[in-house]
């Protein structure tokens, strides 16, 4: 059985929805992660995990150092956020994040000493100080969802698969695929880290065909991979699950019931670092991208730095942006203004064009279907927002509004441009609610 499965792994499974989308990762796909220095300001976010907000133990005229704690993970959902620059606190603010919720934000002004202090020596690197390491690090998946990595590793059943998330199917985002070409003996370390912690032997990596590149470095370095179809969503949890494995996971269940968990590239890099290099997670890797920016760039950025000096490291923004984007263009969250702060999750900060980003006003839907055909969920995004205009969010939950991944295949080839995906996260609000 075992054997059988690991053919099919090797083979790969096709996956007959999605999408496929200009992928734009031409702009920056040569170009290698460059180190932006830490600016003067940081404002950092004490909720950039799903979950409770972490509690700042921190106060205004604090001296920290890099590395130092400044909030504490609240609750079995939460995570630990630490200071990536050295200086003094200015204060807690709330402000107002790309998801349109307040949150506190730790400032901290820059003093540009090089002090830096690191979590304590590791004494066992069985899966208990692995998974307790992981927790302390601060480290949530790194993919966009965020959700701490520690309570993923810590499944209510036994699991016999980690699959690597090495898809990276969103446009423009270079950031993983960048990773996997530059340190793939750290990733492959964070990997087997990971697998000891689930206390699991079958390891999948699953990465597009239009990266063998990284399908090359990862086979010769002994990792199982299988080679993706160039498809979006294929970074999607349940879809890569299906693909790499041949397991379905059930509407309504999660990856644990079918023994597998899924784990992102910088989620395994950032591990690494946390158990060998005793690093919490303070910086991270995003592509800034699109026709608007001077120079696209794949960039380590300081958690907590200004999209505007990250806009004025590359270039500076051209004339003619219409939007600006956290994230990818499918999943990522639309900016007002560049007034935001780089968080765990930001993989991406896009600078649209009017070419790249429609603006087209939506027209009435006109019963086309495609939004139906190219649901990965096989859902019908159509009748979902229907009955959520209508407030009708029970009639709408009855056709798995629920279960909707927001990934945007629906919206993206709508002629009537339809707000599908907004609809449907609107009303999966409404019914949080009423729980």
Request: proline share 5%; with cysteine; glycine share 8%.
């Amino acid at each position: 059985m075992i054997q059988e499965e690991i053919l099919l792994i090797i083979k790969g499974k096709k996956y007959h929805y999605g999408i496929h989308v200009k992928d734009r990762k031409e702009l920056c796909r040569e170009k290698p992660i460059e180190t932006m220095p830490a600016p003067e300001i940081v404002k950092i976010s004490v909720s950039q995990h799903i979950g409770a907000p972490a509690i700042p133990v921190v106060n205004a005229g604090d001296t920290v150092v890099k590395g130092q704690l400044i909030a504490e993970a609240s609750g079995a959902v939460s995570a630990n956020v630490y200071s990536g620059v050295c200086g003094t606190v200015s204060g807690i603010e709330e402000i107002v994040n790309p998801m349109g919720l307040k949150q506190k934000y730790i400032v901290i002004k820059n003093d540009f000493r090089t002090d830096e202090v690191f979590l304590p020596n590791m004494e066992s690197f069985d899966d208990k100080s692995i998974i307790e390491r992981v927790r302390q690090a601060g480290i949530v998946g790194l993919g966009g969802a965020g959700f701490p990595t520690a309570v993923k590793l810590t499944p209510k059943s036994p699991l016999d698969t980690l699959v690597v998330n090495g898809a990276e199917c969103e446009p423009y985002l270079n950031c993983d695929y960048r990773l996997m070409l530059e340190h793939p003996d750290e990733i492959v370390k964070g990997i087997n880290y990971l697998a000891a912690a689930l206390n699991v032997k079958n390891v999948v990596v699953g990465i597009e065909k239009n990266k063998p590149e990284a399908v090359q470095a990862f086979s010769e370095r002994g990792m199982k991979v299988v080679e993706l179809q160039k498809q979006y969503p294929m970074g999607s949890e349940k879809q890569l699950i299906y693909c790499c494995t041949g397991r379905k996971v059930p509407v309504g269940k999660m990856p644990f019931d079918v023994g597998v968990c899924v784990q992102n590239i910088k989620t395994l890099f950032a591990a690494y670092e946390a158990v060998e290099l005793n690093k919490p997670l303070t910086e991270i890797v995003m592509t800034v991208s699109g026709d608007g920016i001077a120079e696209a760039k794949n960039l380590k950025v300081t958690i907590g730095t200004p999209f505007t000096d990250i806009a004025a490291f590359c270039g500076g923004e051209k004339e003619g942006v219409v939007k600006y984007v956290a994230g990818g263009p499918m999943m990522g969250k639309n900016l007002t203004d560049l007034n935001q702060y780089a968080r765990k999750t930001d993989s991406g900060l896009l600078f649209l064009t009017a070419k790249e980003a429609s603006l087209d006003a939506p027209s009435n839907c006109i019963n086309c279907g495609r939004c139906a055909k190219n649901c990965p969920m096989r859902l019908m995004p159509m009748y979902i927002e229907m009955y959520t205009l209508a407030g009708d969010y029970e009639k709408a939950a009855k056709y798995g509004a629920m279960n909707c991944i927001e990934c945007g295949s629906c919206a993206y080839n709508c002629p009537a441009k339809r707000a599908l995906v907004q609809s449907i996260a609107f009303c999966k609000a409404k019914l949080r609610e009423k729980k």
